[in-house]
Each structure stands twice: as structure tokens, then as C-alpha cells.
């Protein structure tokens, strides 16, 4: 497909009718029946900058995002692709006074494509897991995806899989999340207790967050973006050339002066502790 002398990737999309929704049947199979071939992208006409995914009642995975989101056009191009790379088809549904269409044209133009850093992509990416865990990657010397140490019958978690319907290919990929995004930590809380938890102020104990070069990855051409997250790598994401530090409680407290974590109070000492690593380096 070429768009304004620029050819893109071929997507695959069905607009949604006037007040379609995740909870709707499908209105382009004869029987309102959803399937792995399908997912949506649903923009929602309220105020704020959040967006969430997940697998509705229907059985429909997808992804809302808050019209004034300041990157909606790039999640759209970057999960049409995506999902088009996996054989799915996007109903893309938004509020009436927007031109679907139109607005899926100019964020196919405007969102580029292969390892090229974007203005909008931030230098650091992170990812956090437990202590146990961190050891194990260590000595691999890689972040393995689920799909990998499930080969090798390592444990791995695959909370996101269960919990949000996440489709299957999500298991074949490292995730990673921007340096101010509690996300990570949510995710080392949450393995813990068995169940999902955002609560950003409950007692944990927290791993070992991993900075990483994302501006190094995109080059290398290992970065994929699928529009949920900042960035993804297929199976294994070797730490070296790509991780910058390692930080746990040790290096995020090392007077010992906490006595009861918080994910929000990890990840700003982990935070503080990763810009005095760079202001040293440089």
C-alpha cells in the first residue's frame, strides 16, 4: 500500500458502525462471532491521557485509548500493523465526529516504520522482575520472552495472558515499559500475590529493575511495537550491548533506611539511583 508516495505496510481494518462497542456482536460475520482473527482498537470520547487492553465478554481483544491521548495516532498505525503482521483483522471504532478513515490515512503517513527512532521515543526503557528471576537472567545473559523459558520449562509467570486475553503471540516477546511507568512494578507485585495489582501504595517487596538503551535496541532493528506497549523484543533481548543498570534494593536504599516498599516508592528511589549512575558516567 502507497500513501502520499510512501509505501506502508498492508493493513487489515473494518470500520465500526455508529455506536459499536467491545460488548457488540460482530457486525461483519453472519453469526456476531469473534475469533483470534479479530481484534479492536476503540478510541473513547472522554477526557484524559490513559488508555488500557484486554478481552471483553465477547471474546474480543483490544485496545482503548482517550481521544486526547498525545500519542493516538502512533498507537493506531503501530497496532494496525502489528496485528495485520499476525493475521488479525482491527474493527476501529471512534466517536461520531471523528473521521476513522481520514485519521487512519495520517497515522499510517505520519508514523514511520523499521528501526528508526522516533522524536517521541524516550532514550531509557525498563523491566522489572523478581530477585530470583533476576539471577537466572544473569547468568543467561538475555530477558527470555514467556513462549522461550515456557520451552525450556522455566517458569515464567504469563499473568497479562490469563488476566487480560492477551493474544497468544504476546508470549513470544520481552516487554518493555517507560522509565517513569509504575507498569513494571505492578508486574513484580502482582506475580507475587497470584492476582493483578495496580495499587501503588500496597506493601511489596520489590526485584530488580533493568534499565535499557532503547534507542540502542530500535537501531539494531530488535525493537517491535505492537501500540500496548513502549517497545517488545522477539524471544530474548540480550542484556549486553543493550542494559545500562541493574537496580535493586540494595543500590535503590543502600543505607537501609526503608522499612516497608511501595511500588510507587521503589520505582522513584530505583529512579533517583539510575540518573546518579548516568551523571557519574558521563
Given at each position: ?5 510512501l ?60 481521544r ?14 502489528y ?91 520481552v ?13 513484580v507485585?502482582?506475580?507475587q ?81 539510575f ?8
Amino acid at each position: 500500500m502507497t500513501i502520499g508516495g510512501l509505501r506502508m505496510t498492508e493493513v487489515n481494518y473494518r470500520l465500526a458502525p455508529a455506536g459499536w462497542t467491545q460488548e457488540c456482536a460482530n457486525p461483519f460475520c453472519g453469526d456476531g462471532s469473534y475469533g483470534a482473527a479479530w481484534s479492536c482498537f476503540e478510541i473513547v470520547d472522554v477526557e484524559g491521557d490513559r488508555f488500557s487492553h484486554g478481552t471483553g465478554l465477547t471474546g474480543l481483544f483490544g485496545l482503548h485509548v482517550e481521544r486526547l491521548v498525545a500519542d493516538l495516532e502512533t498507537r493506531l498505525a503501530d497496532f494496525l500493523r502489528y496485528e495485520a503482521s499476525h493475521g488479525r483483522t482491527v474493527i476501529v471504532a471512534a466517536p461520531s465526529d471523528m473521521d476513522k478513515s481520514a485519521l487512519i490515512e495520517r497515522a499510517q503517513r505520519h508514523t514511520p516504520e523499521g528501526p528508526v527512532v522516533r522524536r517521541s521515543d524516550p532514550r531509557w526503557a525498563v523491566h522489572s522482575t523478581g530477585s530470583d528471576a533476576w539471577r537466572n537472567i544473569r547468568r543467561c545473559g538475555d530477558l527470555q520472552s514467556l513462549a522461550s523459558l515456557s520451552a525450556r520449562s522455566a517458569y515464567a509467570g504469563g499473568l497479562g495472558l490469563s488476566t487480560f486475553g492477551e493474544p497468544a503471540d504476546y508470549a513470544g516477546y520481552v516487554a518493555l515499559g517507560r522509565i517513569d511507568g509504575i507498569g513494571p512494578e505492578h508486574v513484580v507485585a502482582s506475580h507475587q500475590k497470584g492476582q493483578v495489582l495496580t495499587e501503588e501504595d500496597a506493601e511489596y517487596e520489590p526485584g530488580v529493575r533493568l534499565y535499557f538503551d532503547a534507542h540502542r535496541i530500535i537501531q539494531d532493528g530488535l525493537a517491535t511495537r505492537d501500540g500496548v506497549h513502549l517497545l517488545k523484543v522477539r524471544d530474548r533481548l540480550p542484556l549486553v550491548p543493550h542494559m545500562r543498570a541493574a537496580i535493586g534494593v540494595e543500590e535503590a536504599d543502600p543505607d537501609g533506611s526503608v522499612s516497608a516498599w511501595t511500588p510507587r516508592l521503589f520505582l522513584e528511589c530505583a529512579n533517583s539511583c539510575f540518573q546518579r549512575i548516568l551523571r557519574h558516567r558521563e
